[in-house]
């Protein structure tokens, strides 16, 4: 076995720094999901800030190793020991605030300790929920408040608007310390303008993409004091994903199915929205065992019937929201009526090999994207790869039971057919 000498060891170390610093933390999560925690002051760009982090500044300082993205823990353009002091603070819990790196790379400080906050829209409540941090909740998106099957407890709170375009003077009126919204760059920036003389840090994060959930996760528990709960999403999550991983790790590129996957209720047949390169369905896709078909398109394509019926994958999935109240459909017969109209609407596409070997199906939006969407992970996995052992049903009940706090609604159809 060959072992590095401590000159080399400090080598590798200084060129992954470097890499570290020059590369954006959202394009570097672009090689996999990742537990990144994004706070300043972690200086070795783990999941955690601690003495380790101490010590790598100190290396910085002494010249021994390269800065990294997080490493001027105090922001001030130089790393010296007074960003080894914020790291001890932060260490002990007595830093007065913190300066995050969210998902669209943006700094963001934020005045601690958070005491209050507006989510807005359902994958970042879904978050909040998850780290029991709920109470804290001082308004919601009009979304949440009709969404009484996920939030009932957030019924009664005050609407500042939709999560896409919300009412910025309902937002000071009610003096949050952070406002979450989606990892869109020109959304936040306009919002982020809007609320900046109040004083309120906006944050951009999404909680929907698989590549960065961990990161996001283990970032809002940090700044919301739930670092536990964090974890044990985390960790129960990972649970379901390391037996699809292993699975398919042994797959042979071409054992894997070919994948159309549509979404939309509006589609006609001359423009059929999809998911092509970059996209969240195609990292599930990947994930899971399957060849996008629509892989080397834009990133949210829109093709027609006519080339679906060239391409002839062997497997289709259509995303729909159910519209329904739920996260689902009320009943296999109601999903099943959806699913045959799907496919009579489009000339030609009962000649499809997916259509004659029975593998077109049904997937609720709800439990595609967000932190429960290692359910619709389930779904895909079972769908592409019919011989693996997972069960979506099971892994719902667990999401609703154990971080919702919600009874398993039974009669629910999340997916159709199930297998």
């Known amino acids: 076995m060959n072992i590095l000498s401590s000159s080399s060891m400090k080598s590798v170390c200084c060129i992954l720094a470097l890499l570290a610093l020059v590369m954006p933390i959202a394009a570097a999560e672009q090689q996999g999901s990742t537990d990144l925690l994004r706070i300043f002051g972690n200086a070795n760009m783990d999941d955690r800030i601690d003495d380790a982090d101490a010590a790598y500044v100190q290396g910085i300082v002494d010249g021994k190793c390269a800065p990294t993205k997080l490493s001027d823990a105090n922001l001030d353009g130089r790393i010296d020991s007074l960003d080894i002091d914020t790291i001890n603070e932060i260490i002990k819990g007595e830093e007065k605030e913190l300066t995050v790196s969210d998902s669209i790379d943006r700094n963001v400080t934020i005045k601690m300790p958070a005491k209050s906050l507006i989510a807005l829209g359902s994958y970042r409540n879904e978050a909040v929920k998850i780290l029991n941090a709920q109470d804290m909740m001082v308004g919601v998106s009009s979304d949440i408040i009709e969404m009484k099957y996920y939030y009932p407890e957030l019924a009664d709170k005050p609407a500042v608007g939709t999560w896409s375009t919300p009412d910025s003077e309902a937002i000071v009126n009610l003096r949050p310390d952070i406002v979450i919204t989606s990892a869109n760059r020109d959304r936040a920036t306009k919002l982020e ?227």
């Open 193 to 419: 303008e809007s609320l900046k003389s109040a004083g309120i840090a906006v944050l951009g994060l999404d909680f929907y993409r698989d590549n960065i959930i961990r990161s996001e996760m283990k970032t809002l528990g940090f700044i919301l004091n739930k670092n536990d709960e964090a974890d044990r999403y985390l960790q129960w999550r990972n649970g379901y994903e390391q037996p699809i991983r292993d699975y398919v790790a042994a797959l042979k590129e071409d054992e894997k199915s070919r994948l159309f996957m549509e979404w939309g209720s509006k589609n006609t047949i001359s423009e059929i929205s999809s998911y092509g390169k970059g996209s969240s369905g195609d990292s599930v896709c990947d994930f899971t065992g399957g060849r996008n078909i629509a892989a080397d398109l834009p990133e949210y394509p829109k093709v027609d019937s006519e080339w679906v019926l060239k391409e002839n994958p062997d497997v289709i999935i259509k995303s729909l929201a159910p519209g329904s109240g739920s996260a689902g459909w009320n009943s296999t017969k109601e999903a099943a009526a959806i699913l045959k109209s799907y496919v009579d609407e489009r000339p030609g596409w009962s000649n499809l090999d997916a259509a004659k070997n029975n593998r077109i199906y049904l997937l609720s939006t709800e439990i595609a994207w967000g932190p429960d969407g290692i359910v619709g992970d389930a779904y895909y996995a079972r769908w592409l790869n019919p011989e693996i052992d997972i069960d979506p049903e099971k892994i719902y009940k667990e999401y609703l039971e154990m971080f919702m706090g919600l009874e398993y609604p039974e009669g629910v159809v999340l997916g159709y057919p199930e297998k």
